[in-house]
């Protein structure tokens, strides 16, 4: 019972098309709260797509469909009440490549909580040092927050989306492949980030040593399926599926 | 080796190489040439013409003396009517056909519009301006129904140069944008705007430079021979330098004589559209120096 109170995501019976092609089938899953939950599986294995389902950035897709439940902290993400604005507030999504916007990095950090209203100065400065902190980031440049994001390395880059995302304080931080475009020592602060945030982490990785590494909990996709999902030490160690065990050794994939 | 046996040595690629190379410089040199010839021509028969009077006093004694000033204005004026009809409308249509269109029957047509307008020759803008702004609109011969007619002219070429730019502006930013809580406006505003707006306003400049050239469909709805002073309203009716050519070299009384005043007018007016066409280069540089995508 102590576990099931700690479910932040809950989805039941996910299906999902892109027009005839069936993404994802019957996914149920429930992702605990303050964990990092990582989702390994080959190229094409829906894992993008389940993360992309969870704060609705699928609905500008044409010709997707979605059957069964997604719940986010108990309220439905798909459903006649659900405001995917309010949604994508309150659930983070750090993507593949590091997308800054051609702004200074404090206009960057400050995108969210403008949005929300947010004008002061003061309140907005405490929110970008709060933000740049979290992500790690401050001290390399806490004396450059005019200049472009863009100046900055890719993996300051990746870790100013971070800290954008963080500035909203979000419930939960999707991660899609969020190291994929980085060179090792920027992916090790990442990572490093990633295991030390406390936050409730839902990344996608293409590496599984990555997943290894940093998460609590594992999911293994496979052709649209959830094949195994748990402790991580358990999957990667003692596998209960065959595919699982063909994956994580290196059969195929 | 295989190349060797098929007859691919190195001195016959190499003489492909530079006969391929040849003509295509050659292409480049005769374009380039067509536009030197041009402008040769028309300073070799307009430059004499063109002194400060010229450029700033208005004609005398039967246009044969005096200067093209109300038409400088007048050209700059409709001009800048005609940026003012079609850039929010061209800007609004790229909007929706780039941002929020979802393929169907109505963007189809919508798109089919926008490119056959681009073909239709310009006098039949200005017989539809005529026949729509100077007589149903009852605006009469006007700057308004000028502008109005070079607008609709320029549309096309401003809607293709806007959806193009917004195209261009990456995914990834609109994605970011959503994804931190904007709405689709808002990350179209605030985001994707600022990005695109470099090659909009590239698009906006040269339709400029294409409306000040125009000569049909002002001749139907806004130029007159001959003004005494500015236009003081947009329901009257100015010169203009594309007109102005015409009206010399067709309409006086002394032909022969106002050769000069004709290619310098020309001149004129090619120097002003040159310009535009430099301006927009000039601001597309600018804005995309600090732009790295």
């Not at chain 1, 969210?112 to 003061?122: A, N, V």
């Amino acid at each position: 019972m102590a576990e099931e109170n700690r479910t932040v995501i809950s989805a039941r019976d996910v299906d999902f098309y892109y027009g005839d092609f069936h993404a994802l089938k019957g996914i149920s899953i429930d992702i605990l709260e303050n964990e990092v939950t990582a989702m390994i599986g080959p190229s094409g294995c829906g894992k993008s797509t389940f993360l992309k389902l969870l704060n609705r950035m699928n609905d500008f897709v044409p010709g997707a469909r979605l059957a069964g439940e997604i719940l986010i902290q108990g309220s439905p993400v798909y459903g006649p009440d659900a405001d995917p604005v309010e949604i994508r507030r309150r659930v983070g999504m750090v993507f593949q490549r590091p997308n800054p916007f051609p702004k200074s990095i404090y206009d960057n950090i400050c995108y969210g909580p403008r949005l929300i209203g947010i004008r002061r100065r003061q309140e907005l400065d405490a929110l970008v040092e709060k933000a740049l902190r979290a992500a790690a980031l401050w001290d390399e440049v806490k004396d450059l927050l005019g200049k472009s994001a863009m100046d900055l390395s890719g993996g300051q880059q990746q870790r100013v989306c971070i800290a954008r995302a963080l500035a909203l304080e979000p419930d939960i931080l999707l991660m899609d492949e969020p190291t994929s475009a980085l060179d090792p020592i920027a992916t090790a602060k990442v990572e490093e980030w990633i295991k030390t945030s406390g936050l409730s982490i839902v990344i996608v990785t293409h590496n599984m040593q990555q997943a290894a590494r940093i998460s609590d909990r594992t999911a293994f996709f496979y052709m649209g399926e959830l094949v195994e999902f748990g402790n991580t030490r358990e999957l990667f160690t003692r596998p209960r599926e065959k595919r699982t065990e063909n994956y994580i050794t290196g059969r195929f994939g | 080796m295989l190349a060797a046996k098929k007859g691919f040595e190195p001195h016959r690629r190499r003489r492909r190489e530079f006969a391929g190379l040849f003509f295509i410089r050659l292409t480049g040199v005769l374009v380039a040439s067509v536009m030197a010839a041009l402008l040769g021509f028309l300073i070799f028969n307009g430059a004499g013409a063109l002194t400060w009077s010229f450029l700033t006093e208005y004609p005398r004694e039967g246009m044969t003396a005096g200067g093209i000033l109300p038409a400088m204005e007048g050209t700059l004026i409709l001009s800048l009517g005609a940026l003012l009809t079609a850039v929010p409308l061209g800007f609004g249509a790229a909007v929706y056909l780039a941002e929020y269109a979802r393929p169907g029957p109505l963007v189809s047509v919508i798109r089919l519009g926008v490119l056959n307008l681009s073909g239709v020759p310009s006098v039949v803008f200005g017989l539809f301006g005529l026949a729509l702004f100077v007589k149903t609109f009852g605006f009469g011969r006007s700057i308004l129904a000028g502008s109005l007619t070079l607008g609709l002219l320029i549309l096309p070429t401003v809607v293709a140069a806007s959806e193009e730019a917004l195209r261009q502006t990456p995914q990834s930013f609109r994605e970011a944008a959503l994804a931190l809580g904007a709405s689709r406006w808002q990350a179209i505003r605030q985001v994707v705007l600022p990005a695109a707006l470099p090659g909009m306003l590239t698009g906006a400049i040269l339709a400029l430079g294409r409306a000040a050239g125009e000569t049909a469909p002002i001749v139907f709805t806004a130029s007159c021979a001959f003004t005494l002073a500015a236009p003081e309203s947009v329901f009257q009716e100015v010169m203009a330098l594309s007109t102005h050519v015409l009206n010399l070299a067709t309409n006086g009384t002394h032909i022969e004589e106002t050769r000069a005043l004709q290619f310098g007018t020309a001149l004129t007016l090619l120097a002003l559209v040159l310009g535009l066409s430099m301006c927009a280069i000039i601001v597309r540089a600018k804005l995309r120096k600090g732009r790295r995508w």
